[in-house]
Structure formats: C-alpha cells, structure tokens
C-alpha cells in the first residue's frame, strides 16, 4: 500500500483531530495510535462527518472523541454491537471499531466471534497492551501468565489466548497485527483494513507505559515484519497465526467471502400488512 | 353495556400426543369468525416440546371478548391423558358439558367432580372408520352440533387452511365433521350463540404480539435486532417478514446484550429501533438500557412478561417485570414505561412507544405479557390513530454543536452521522452540553436536570390511562388486567355498583397531577395486578396520593385472572 | 477406549438415570446422548453424588435433572461461570456441562473462549442441532445460511463458525466430535474428556427431529471416522479443524496441558489480617 | 457529644502531573497518626490516568471523624495547574489558609474570590537547593508548621514509608520538611491541634474497600469472583492476597455476567461465595441474582456505588443504585439489601451480609459507595462481632430428597455434593420442593411464598437500623450519608436542637414493625439521600407508614454531603 503525497491529499490528518485533549498518559502507545488512524482516513479521503468511531470503555476506548469524526463512547465491552446496528442502519457510513484487549477480549469477547461470523463491512482496531489500564493494571486474556498484579498475585497461571486464530475461526475476512511504534505501518493496515470488504481485524500492540512498563523497551526489538506473504487460505492461516510468535506484523490474512450488506426486499407502506389479520 | 357473558361460548379442546388441538382450535375460532362471530383464543401445553398434552380455549360471542370466561360451557377432550395437569386451568361445573371419546377409559378426577355432563362418542372409532379421517374433526363435528355452529363452517375453515391441493383430505374431513355432528344430534344444544347480529364493518384476526409488531411499524420501526425468548419470539418472527416488505431489517443477535446495543447503534445512525424480549432479557438489557438513556437514544424494548423470577414458566402470564421496568437501572436514569391495556390495543401502545421514544429521545419499555402477547382475538378492525412522530435533528450545523445543549424542553436536537459539522461523540458517560466527559457537579446536575425534565415536561395527553364510570370506589391497574376487569366492572354495573376504572398505560414517570384529578370524589381505590408482592400497588405509594382508603389486590400467575375472580373483589371492595 | 464388560462394573449406567422423565420429542438425539453419558459415568465408575453436572437453558441444557448426579440448570448461556466456581470450590468433584449450539456458540460464546482458557478440569459437552430446539427454531451459530426459519426467512446468509479451532485457539486441552447416532462412541469420547486432564470439549451432532427434520435422515451417512490419528501439535490440529467437513468424529486434539488448579497459598485465621490496619 | 467541627483541622494537599499529592498525604495521614491523633483521608483526580491533578484531602481530630467537613483550613497547592477544576471540591474562607509556591503564578479565582490568607513560599526553588529534593517535602514541612504537626513526625513517616534502603533519600526528605517548616515559621498557627489525648487502645487505618474485605472473610467467604471496576477494584485486590492467606481463592472473570455465576457456583458448591462490583456491573449480574434468588443459593454482591446513570463518573460517590439493588430483578425475586453506616462499619456489614446470604440461603447486596470505599479513616480498633453463621444443610438423606422443602421457617436444608442421596437439581425455572420443573400454580405460588417468607420471618435483631436520640422530628437516612448527618446532629444537639436519628443499615426487606416501633412519638421525618430523584424517600413510601409530616432532602453526587448542608437542613427542619 503506497501513501499518496501529503500535498494532493483532499483531507489532512489535522482534519480528523477534535479539540479534546486525551487523557492518556504521556508515552502511552494509543497517541501513536491515533496519528495512524488520521493519516489513514487522511489517505482514504473519507470526509470526517461519514465516518462513525464506536469504541466501549476503557484507556484504548476513549479514541472516538479525540477524532472528528462520529463517535459512540458505549459501555465496556460492547462496541461492535453498536457498530453492528449502526452499519445495518447507515449503510453509507464507514465503520471504525476501536476497543482494547480488555474490552474487547474479555467482556467483550462473545460480540468479537459473532462480529467475525457476520462479516459486515466495517474495520475493528484492538489496541493490545496486555493489561487493563484504566482500572489500573489488571491482567486481560492477552497477558502473560506470570505478570504480577495485585488482583492476581504471582500471575493468573494462565497462558494468553490466540485473538486471530478467533478471529479466523469466527469468520473475519482480513486480519492484521501492527505495532503503535510504527505510525505509518498501522496506518496502512488500517487502510486496508477499511478497503477490504467484510469484517477487518487489526490488532495493535500499543504498549501501556503505566502499568506495563516493560513493554516499551522489550517490544521494539521483538517485533518484525511477517516473514511469508499474505495468504487468503484459512487452513495456511490457522497453521500459521497458531504458532506465530505474537510479534509479527502486517497483513496475515486477507479472505475473499463478500461483506454481508442485508437489504429488505420491499418498501411498501405499513398499512400493507393489514391483509393478514383481515378476515 | 350487558354482561358479556351471557351471550359468549367457552370452549376447550383437548387431547396429547399430536393430537392436532392446536390446529382444531383454529380451525374452530375460523369457522365461528366466518360466520360472524368475535372470539378469543388461548393456547396452554405441558412441558414437553413437542407431542404433549394441549389445550385450546375459545371463547365466542356476537361483540369482540378481551378476557377469558370464569368457566367453560364445553370441553372437548380427544383423550384423557394428562388432561388432570390442566386441572387449576379448566373450570367446570354442572352445566357443562364434555365431550370425549367412550373409548378413553376413567375420566380424570376433576371432570367427574365437576358435576359436568358427559356426552361420550366413539370418536376414534368414527376416525377410523373414513379413510384419512381424523379424530380432532370428529370432535369438532359434534362440538359444532352443540354449540349450535353450522358444520358447513366448519368444513370450509378445513378448505381455507389446507387449501384445494388435498382433495382427499377435503373429502375425509367433511365426512368426519358431519359425523361428528350426527353422533351429537340427540344432545341438547349448550349455550345461546347468538348468530343473528352481523358485523357492521371489517374485523381483524390478531395476536398482541402480532399487533405489537404492526404498531411498531406503523410507528415507524426500521431496525430490529433481537434474541428468541418465549413469549416474545412471535413480535421478532412477525416483524421479520413485515420489515424486509416495508423497508427495514431485522437481526437475530447473540444475545440480549448484543441486540440491545444493536438498536443503540442503528437508532443512533437515524433508524428508530426496536427489540422485544421477556423478563431473562430484560435483565440482560439493564445496563445498556442506562446508556440509551445518558446517551439519549431513543429505543423501544417491548418485555413480553412471563411467570418469573428468574427462568419461571416461559409459557405462562404475569405482571411482575414493572419494578425491573421501572427500577432496573443503576444510577437515577429516568425514562419511559408503558403497557398496553388489551390485546388489540399493543397496536396503539407499541406505536406510542415508538412515538414517546423518538420525540423524547428516550428508551421506552413496553410491558405487554404473554396473555395479550399470545391470546388471538377477532374484533372489529381497530381504529387508525397517528402520531406526528418526529424525532429532533440539525442539518446545518454551525460550529460548536452542542448534542446534549440544555434546552426548555429538555429535549436537545441530534446531529445524525453524515451532517458535517455535527460531529460528537454520544457518551455514557456524565457529559457537559458538548458530549465532552466532565466530572463537574454543574455538568452532571445540569444533565440529570435535563434528563428527568424533558419527560416530566412532555404532554403526554390522554394515552396516559383510559378512564370511565364514576363511584366513589375507582379500580386503578394496568396491563392485561384490565380485559377481565372491565368485564367484572360491567357484570357489577349491570346490577347497579357504582365503580370508576382508572386503567393506566403509562406507568413511568408518575402523572400525579392527572392521576389526583381522575381520583376526584373517589373514597376507596382497589389496586388491582397479577404480581405476588403487589409491585404496582408500591408503585402508585410510591409516587402518587392515594385516596385514604387503599384495598390492594394481587396474585402471581400461572392462573389467568378471570371476570368473576374480579367480581368478588368488587363486591366485597364497595362494601361500605 | 475399551470398554470394560457391564458385568464388571461397580456402577451400572442405571445408577446415573433419574426418575424425572425428559421433556424432549421422541427421536431427539439428546436421549441417546444421555444413554451414552450414563454408560461413561459407569465406565469411570464414579459414584453419582461425586459427579455434578451443570447446564444452560434450551433442550439440552435440561439434562441434568435427567441423571442422578448432583444438577445446576443454570439461565441461558452460563453453565460454564457455574462450573468453574463449582469445580474450583469443589476440585473433589467430577464437573460435566451440558449445553447447546445455542446456549453455547450463540449467548454463552464469552465463556466458552474463556474456560477454554481457564482449563480447568472439567467436561464441557455441546449437543449441536444447528438450531435453537426450545424457542421452535430459529438458527444459531452453527446453522447453515440457507436454512429457512421465521426469524431469518430465506435464511440467515451467514456463515457457521468453527466451533472446533475456536476452542483450540482459546486453549481447550481435549477436543472431539461426536455423532448422538453412535452410543458407544459418544460415550467413549466422554471417558476420554473425563480423563484428560484440563478443560475438555465434546462436540456431539445431536439432530433435532422436530425443527431440523432433514437431520436425522441426512447426517447419518456424512458422519465418519477423522481420517488421520489425533494429534497434540495446535498447528496441526488448527490446519485440520479449520478445513474439515465438520462430520469427522473422534478425539481431534489432546494436548498436554496441566489443569488449571489454583490453591490457596495458607490456611490462617482471618484475624492474622489484623496486623495490616494495626498503626 | 461535642461538635467534632471545633477540634479538628482540614486539609488538602494539591498538585499536578506526577507531584506525588498522593504519596505525601499518606505521609502527612501516617505522621499525625503517629501523633496519637485520628483522621480521614479522601482523593479526588482529574480524568487523566496518570499525571494529572490530584488532592489528597485530610481531616485530623484527637477523635474519629467520619466524615469531610464543611471547609478546609489549609490548603497546600504545589502548583496550580488545572486546580480550578477543584474549585466547587475545595470550599475555603477568610480563616483558611493557602501554602503556595512563590513561583507558581497567578492564583486561580476561587482561591483569592475566597478571602483566604496566602501564604508563598519558594517550594521549589528551595527543593532545587537539596540534592533529591521534593516540592511536596517542603510543603509538608510548611503544612506541618503552621498547624502545629511536629516535623519530626513526618521525617518518620517518610522513614518508615520508603524504608532505610535509601539513605540519600530520607536525608534528601528531611531537609526538605526542615526547610519548609523554617519558611513557614513566621506564620501564625491556624486552627487549634489537640495533641495531648492519646489513643486508649489500638487503633486502625482502613480503607471501607478494606473493611469489607475483611469483614467478609471473618463472616467466612472462601471463594471470590469479580471484574475490576472503579471504585470497587479494591475490594477485590485486598482479597486476592488475604484469600491466598486464609485458605480461599479469588477469580478474575472475563466478565460479570461469569463472576455471578462462578460465585453460584461456588456457593452450591457449598463455599460462601461473595463478587463485589459498581453499577454496570450490577447491571449485568441482575438476570443471575434471579437465579440466585430461585435456586436459592447463597451469594453477597458489594456494590461499591458511584455517580450514574451509565458509566456516570467512576470515581465520585453516589446513593443512587438503590432502586436497581432492591427492585432491579425481573419477577417477583425477594432477596436482602444491607448498607454500611460508616466506612468501619462495612466491616460489620459485609460479616453481617455473609451470615444472612448463608443462614437464608439468599443473595445479599450490600450498597457501599466510593466514599465508604475509598476514603481511609484511621480510628479505634473496631469491637469483634461474631455472627453464629451456618448454612443449614443434611447429611445423612433419605430417598425423596427435598431440596426446597415448604418448611416453617421458609429455609431448606440444603445438601451439597458429594452427600450420598442428596442429589437434586438445582433450577431457575419453577420447580415443586423437589427441585423438579413445574408449571402449576400450586407449586408456583407455594416457591413464591416460602421464599418471600423467609425473608420476612427472620430475625434480624438490632442490626436493622442504628437509632439514637429523642424528638419529635427524625432524620431517617442511609449509607454514607450517615457520616455528615451525624456531626451535624452532634452539632445541632450541642445547641439545644433535639432530633432523633434513624439510621437503616436493613433496606431491604422492609421491617415496618419496627420502623413505626422507632418513630413513636415522631411528628416530622426529614429523609435524607444523596440521589437526584430521591430513592431511598420513595422506597420508603412504598413499604412504610411515615410520620404526617415528610420531607424528603436529596441531591445526587459529585460533591460530597457536608455536615453544614445538613445542618442547615435541620434547623430548617425542626422549625414548627
Ligand atoms: C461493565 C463494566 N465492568 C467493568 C468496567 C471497568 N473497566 C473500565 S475499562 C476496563 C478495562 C479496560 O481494559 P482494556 O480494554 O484493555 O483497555 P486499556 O485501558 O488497557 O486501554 C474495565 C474493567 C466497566 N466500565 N464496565
Ligand atoms: C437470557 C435468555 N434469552 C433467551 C432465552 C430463550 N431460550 C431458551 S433456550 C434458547 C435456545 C436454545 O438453543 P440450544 O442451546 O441450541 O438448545 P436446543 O434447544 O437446540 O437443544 C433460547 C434462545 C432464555 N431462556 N434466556
Ligand atoms: S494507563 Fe496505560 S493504557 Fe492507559 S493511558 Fe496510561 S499508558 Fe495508556
Ligand atoms: S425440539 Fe428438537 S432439540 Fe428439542 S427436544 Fe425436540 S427434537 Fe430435541
Ligand atoms: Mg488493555
Ligand atoms: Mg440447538
């Protein structure tokens, strides 16, 4: 995916920024996040008001008010659903999910395999840091079993689970990993992303430099670029994203099944339906 | 108004196994209904899925019946098996009559109780005796013949319902029926079916989820999303077909988290939203119905209520979800509940819903049950009402759009996706006038303000209760409760009782003004509901004056609320 | 699994049947699934009150008033929370949980992912219909997309996940299918779950004769023995799962995972608390 | 009882982006304490995660306080970045006064619109002269002075805080609080410390999250599953480690929907099982209490309340999830719902929470807010009660087993598994006592009745309600308003004003027995809530006979009950 020239671009990142402040911390990997997602809808030209940010609760899911686009600031872990019914709705809108591993993972993680199965067209961005940061450290499904916490002390002794292998098993048709350290590397899996019909996961390792301070360091040297191309076999995908090392980015599988767009057959006034209860 | 229930039929079919009641008693409701008869039909079956005991109860008259009767004139019981677990169901006495096969075997204890007569004819034997012949047309060959239905109706329900394809099956049922009615010739005739009277115009056919679902699109519902749940799986099955003809979609979800939010996310996209479930999903919805309402989207969830607590009896009425409905939710989240007051009437109610929700900007919690939801009834077609429903939006936008602004209305105009410059982020959290998070006392007061004013201010007009007669005892309830009342309230008037029905259909938020003048002159109030620890009667202390004399009165399920049940309580109520 | 002759037996499968009868059809699968749970718990010879089965809501989830074991018919889509707390309350107990395609892919979907996870030492086992028997048919995850229903007509267009891969990805240590047709191998499969250590998912085609009548007929000769022998290699058994004709019955993937076994650490009165609020 | 007002100092530690406010009030907390004095300490934060505005605000007595008072004598601002958005958090007068960097810039507006004295000193500026200097060091020092605090007693602090491992540091440390108490050293003292009282016994620094945790383990929880949530994440924290002590084990689950059920689980298991959560998280556990409440299964759920509806504000007290707590589940679903009356007192209640959820094998809610939560107190060691706790079960089982046997009480033995012969299973769906499925109004109505029964049939002895004092005017209030309410009572009374106070710790089920028992002789109630529509006024209503005379005194969060506002309310209250 190449970027076009900033200069002939009909929109400019600053125009997908709002006026509010984040609240993120400083250094936190989600600020990286956001310059992407600007630059990405800056890259598509999709005008701000046609695009529609739903995000649930938490640090990652504050994203939708620091755009200019439409947002939703739903409740924790029900985003998609959101989306969900807002892109049946609004088919003329562009979807953008934003969650974290918690939120989407975790309490969310039922809305996640349905999304997936659904396949409406609409782009869900995880940023993973492998731990709660708004309640301040708590482990999610993503975090490593021997990572203290106070909720857990010692570890939860449990090893993290595979969100792409889900994701693939429940249906998605475009699944990708980048890294919060490389803007426009997410940036052009985010446009993918949206480009691609049918439902599009982009998982983001976007360190939590407060609660998980190891990972700004340690991740940078960790991650590299996939190192086969793109495959659009789901068998190859699931052999592949089963044993990968969690660090590898970029696009890991792209589908071909067509986005599900339902349409009403008709659209007769109501009182249509007045012949079935005459007798 | 006389007392309906010397001019209605009460009929119940029964019999297990595939025995085809349930098919027999629409057949039965048809053919009456063709020849000018109103009526009523309940369905009530054992546990099992399927292959169990059924019954079927109908009750006929020349004016439409929204309540079923004390007792039944005539049972039809195709066999006995486990016919005694509908004992508590099916009320008896000796001027009924049964009609059963003399090939069954012992009667089960509580018909010979009864003092019922008993009409017994070999009705399987007759089956048997046509080829294809089926016992349930059998029986209602005789069940005809009593009553006083002409067979011929009968016989044509049968064509109109298979239709011409099986001439055979035609021919095998018209022989059963007549023989059925021959074997019950001798009998003298049961009841007084008055077939004179002719409808003056045209009648409906329908169920109160069914009219729940047209009122929805009548109101202007785009997008369903919701989860199967007994009693409410036929609003969502209705409205599947009805949508994709009238320009909508509709989406099975995960679950009741997951619809909920759906209906969110599409209304807030523009689309009035709906979803309908029970009690189990209600609960389900608690916490995103609280962000419908900071976030001030209007949905509509229509709780087709069941016997509960908790998983209950899916199959059976009661009215105990109106404190979830009304008390449900964490936080002071104020918002709209509503409960349609017949079956005929979840048209009106459900497109009120739509209209309250979309004009407030609102969730709305519709509380029909399964009795209104699942009783069919044939009345007179209903009349067309029509709301202005428009909900509040900008189009151009100047800079500095406030989503949540403080207005005198309490109601804020909404930026819906796609108008530029009115972009904002709804939020469930507490927000200033921008949608911006705010912690402040003067951002939360101002919204929680906002919040409860934009429906305390609104004029709801008369729809907030229907209300006639007038004593100085008043009966004030809600929901399906009503259907039986008003039939006791006109048996007791009948002989001179003097008594007001304040039937309510808007339960949340309080009217207290409305409620204080309809109580004018009004010494005693029977609080009349179907709930073990009378919800609604803690309600109205809760939020209303209530006249110095209070008599509640309240019962759970499964039982249905009858007339007479009703009855008693008045005339024991307006005692002095 | 051999089994061991009925003569020899401590328990009889009689001993595991109770004297509530099964409110389902005549024909349902389920009834045959309960004969082969019956025959597994006397197979392991574990006595009835050690055995607690839990279960949702729906047709299926109404099996454990049908043994005689201890029973939790819990609400829809949440045996398996009521399973884990049991089982980590009670780790002296045999826990089996008793579900549906619907109760388990469709509401119960979050828990599945996550006591996949969890793995502790239990049984879960679906009884898929690919339709939702109790609510009279509507589809569920697992349903094909034409298939024609009031709530869907026309049918759903959607996808049936892989419930299989889901369970890998997520970290089931024991995964098999099974056909209700095929008693003995049903009940076999149990055995195994049982003893596997860790969570183990059996996923049994149980047709529905009453809203799925093209089941009974059509799914007996589709039904045959996975072609290769099981494997404990995730990316093996991913490749395999994600790509097989969903009617391979057989252990499919046992791993080599511990359960999950948290323990407390002491056995202190609480008053030795005390010294932390001491000043 | 004196007016505690009198005798105790108000402060509040400010500052922004990382200045360590929170740390140096636990230092200032932990010196006084060491002083022998009794204090309470609560913290506000901006929305940022990490680095944003923060106050630590701090209330010392030579006595208990149990509550903020009315206004702060010292305020003690490292810089003022974003301080203004505490302004309506901080409420200073003419006798307060403001301890500020010279250099910090202009004064917010509602610092010099208050009339305070300023008091600048050059606290970072002096803290760059010590190698390993901290701002806050200097401010404790200065604070420290002008109150009265012995320097030394915060230079110990810091000791025992960061440990001897640094050396540099506490010698970096207590230049610093030298330093800024020389600079202070001109100033006039404000406020009158009392520091010649000492403690009689042990005392206690706890936070109300603490308390619970510890109560609920003395009242024997052994299995703990919940979801982080503000403001009750620690609740589940504290209990992690103490479990891992005392032989139980805590889950995190992926959701509350799996906490409430993990815990049923558990609980049918035979563990005493407990979640603690806020409000959307309630939200999402109601369907499963219902389970709890049917099958019959002990369970305690805190919910540690903040300010709704929706997400609302996370980290601000509020009383408002009453209505969810007491009517919030679907059906008829009786169930108990307690309050703490002070932050020890969560401690009582949550022991008291377990021993009812186990002897009536029922779920138990218990509302605790942020402010109980949060807030740390430190006072005397609070007196050991010891509930006789013990969930009635069988042994040995004859065949026909009941488990939900109609017995006198309403409670059922209960077997667990593993009981040879007890085998049952345990259902939401209506069941007859053997736990079999039902639909029959016998059994239905028979379940609904034993169930609310032993629920009204118990004993709950003096625990119900906290009730002091005489008058003909009451104030009858709740949770954590209980606090101000009392030293507003104290000071009333100090002049001469008598009132009665009834404080419920029992808010449901209602007890209206002893509720008229205790408002004997009262002629007015004054209800007193922090909720915008007033909750806990209206449940009242709904269960119990007031006095004639009512009013109802409510207002929602953020800002904190302050004994003056209720004061006010009281004189005005006791007027004729
Ligand atoms: C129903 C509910 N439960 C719990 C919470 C508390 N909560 C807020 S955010 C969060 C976790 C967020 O984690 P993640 O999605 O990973 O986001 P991060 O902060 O790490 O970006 C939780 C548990 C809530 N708001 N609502
Ligand atoms: C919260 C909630 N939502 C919906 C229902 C209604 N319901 C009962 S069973 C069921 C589906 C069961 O399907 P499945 O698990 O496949 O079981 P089957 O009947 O096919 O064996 C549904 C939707 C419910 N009981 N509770
Ligand atoms: S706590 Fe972690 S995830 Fe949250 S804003 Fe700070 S760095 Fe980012
Ligand atoms: S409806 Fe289907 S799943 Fe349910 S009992 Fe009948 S055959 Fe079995
Ligand atoms: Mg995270
Ligand atoms: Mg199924």
Redesign the interface.
């Known amino acids: 995916m190449n970027m076009i020239p900033l200069a002939d671009q009909a929109f400019k990142p600053a125009d997908y920024k709002?006026e509010?402040k984040p609240?993120?911390?400083?250094g936190?990997g989600d600020h990286a996040v956001l310059v992407s997602f600007q630059r990405a809808m800056a890259q598509l030209a999709l005008?701000?008001?046609?695009v529609?940010?739903?995000s649930g609760?938490g640090?990652s899911s504050r994203f939708?008010?620091y755009t200019?686009?439409?947002?939703?600031?739903?409740?924790?872990?029900?985003s998609?659903?959101?989306?969900?019914?807002?892109?049946?709705?609004?088919p003329?809108?562009t979807v953008i999910v934003a969650s974290g591993d918690g939120d989407g993972?975790?309490?969310?993680?039922?809305?996640f395999?349905?999304a997936?199965?659904?396949?409406l067209d609409m782009t869900y961005i995880v940023m993973d840091n492998r731990i709660?940061?708004?309640?301040?450290g708590?482990?999610s499904?993503t975090t490593e079993p021997d990572w203290d916490t106070?909720?857990?002390?010692g570890g939860?002794?449990?090893?993290p689970?595979?969100p792409l292998?889900?994701a693939?098993?429940?249906?998605a048709n475009y699944i990708a990993r980048g890294y919060s350290g490389d803007v426009n590397g997410v940036a052009s899996l985010i446009v993918q992303a949206v480009q691609t019909p049918g439902f599009s996961f982009v998982q983001i390792l976007s360190p939590c430099v407060?609660f998980r301070p190891d990972q700004q360091k340690s991740w940078k040297p960790l991650v590299h670029e996939a190192s086969v191309p793109e495959t659009d076999d789901?068998?190859?995908?699931?052999?592949?994203?089963?044993?990968d090392d969690g660090f590898n980015v970029g696009v890991l599988y792209r589908g071909k099944?067509p986005a599900?767009d339902?349409?009403?057959?008709?659209?007769?006034?109501?009182s249509?339906?007045?012949a079935?209860?005459?007798? | 108004m006389p007392s309906p229930t010397s001019t209605s039929i009460s009929v119940v079919l029964t019999g297990s196994g595939g025995a085809g009641v349930m098919t027999a008693g629409q057949t039965f409701l048809d053919a009456a209904t063709s020849c000018g008869l109103y009526g009523l039909m309940t369905r009530s079956t054992g546990p099992q899925i399927r292959g169990g005991e059924a019954a079927a109860m109908i009750r006929l008259a020349p004016h439409a019946v929204q309540s079923l009767d004390d007792r039944f004139d005539v049972l039809l019981a195709l066999d006995f098996d486990n016919l005694q677990r509908f004992a508590a169901e099916i009320p008896l006495d000796r001027n009924s009559l049964i009609i059963a096969d003399s090939g069954a075997g012992e009667p089960p204890a509580f018909l010979t109780e009864s003092g019922a007569k008993l009409l017994l004819i070999p009705m399987a034997k007759l089956a048997k005796g046509i080829p294809g012949g089926r016992v349930s047309m059998i029986g209602l060959g005789a069940l005809a013949r009593v009553i006083g239905l002409p067979e011929q109706s009968i016989i044509t329900a049968v064509e109109n319902s298979i239709g011409k394809k099986k001439p055979e099956a035609l021919v095998a049922s018209a022989q059963a029926v007549k023989l059925g009615a021959e074997s019950a010739a001798e009998f003298p005739q049961v009841g007084k079916l008055d077939l004179t009277k002719k409808p003056a115009g045209p009648r409906w056919s329908i169920t109160g989820n069914e009219a729940a679902g047209y009122g929805a699109i009548r109101g202007g519902i785009k997008f369903v999303a919701g989860y199967p749940i007994t009693p409410a799986t036929e609003v969502l099955e209705w409205m599947a077909t009805a949508l994709q003809q009238c320009g909508g979609t509709l989406f099975q979800a995960e679950d009741e988290l997951a619809s909920i939010n759906m209906i969110i996310g599409a209304s807030y996209g523009g689309a009035p939203s709906l979803t309908a479930t029970a009690g189990p999903g209600l609960s389900l919805m608690i916490e995103s119905l609280g962000l419908a309402v900071a976030s001030e989207t209007p949905v509509v969830v229509i709780d087709v209520m069941r016997s509960g607590p908790s998983t209950g009896i899916a199959t059976k009425s009661e009215q105990s979800d109106l404190n979830i409905a009304v008390y449900g939710l964490h936080g002071d989240a104020p918002h709209v509940v509503v409960a349609p007051l017949s079956i005929d009437d979840c048209l009106l109610t459900a497109q009120w819903s739509v209209h309250l929700a979309e004009t407030m900007q609102t969730p709305v919690i519709m509380l029909s049950d399964q009795f209104l939801g699942q009783a069919r009834v044939v009345l007179d077609k209903p009349a067309e009402v029509n709301f202005d429903t428009k909900r509040l939006t900008v189009q151009g936008v100047k800079s500095g759009y406030e989503r949540y602004a403080i207005t005198p209305s309490g109601i804020s105009p909404m930026a819906l996706p796609g108008v530029n410059g009115g972009q904002y982020t709804a939020d469930g959290l507490t927000h200033n006038a921008r949608g911006t998070p705010s912690s402040q006392a003067k951002d939360h007061i101002g919204q929680l303000d906002k919040r409860q004013h934009k429906l305390d201010a609104f004029d709801y007009g008369q729809h907030w209760a229907e209300i006639d007669g007038e004593g100085e005892v008043a009966i004030i309830t809600w929901g399906s409760s009503c259907g039986p009342i008003r039939e006791a309230i006109a048996r007791a008037r009948a002989e001179g009782v003097k008594i007001k029905l304040i039937a309510m259909r808007l339960i949340s938020p309080a009217r207290p003004q409305q409620l204080t003048e309809a109580l004018k002159g009004v010494k005693r109030a029977l609080i009349f509901e179907q709930s073990h620890t009378g919800q609604f009667w803690r309600h109205l202390r809760a939020h209303y004056d209530l006249p110095a004399e209070v008599v509640p009165i309240y019962r759970p399920g499964p039982l249905p609320i009858r007339p007479g049940e009703v009855y008693e309580h008045i005339l024991q109520g307006v005692k002095p």
Not at chain 1, 168 to 171: F, H, K, Q
Not at chain 1, 234 to 243: D, Y
Not at chain 1, 262 to 270: E, V
Request: with cysteine.
């Open positions: 709002s509010v609240v993120w911390c400083p936190c005008p701000p008001e046609k529609a940010v739903v609760i640090c939708p008010a200019n686009c439409y947002g939703f600031h739903g409740v924790h872990g029900r998609l659903p959101i989306a969900s019914g807002l892109k049946v709705a609004r003329d809108l993972f975790s309490i969310g993680g039922n809305h395999l349905h997936c199965r659904r396949n709660y940061g708004m309640t301040k708590q482990p499904p106070a909720i857990a002390p939860t002794g449990l090893s689970f595979h292998v889900i693939l098993a429940s249906g407060t789901p068998s190859v995908a699931a052999r592949r994203l089963m044993s099944r599900h339902p349409k009403p057959l008709a659209d007769l006034p109501p249509h339906l007045e079935e209860f005459a007798v």
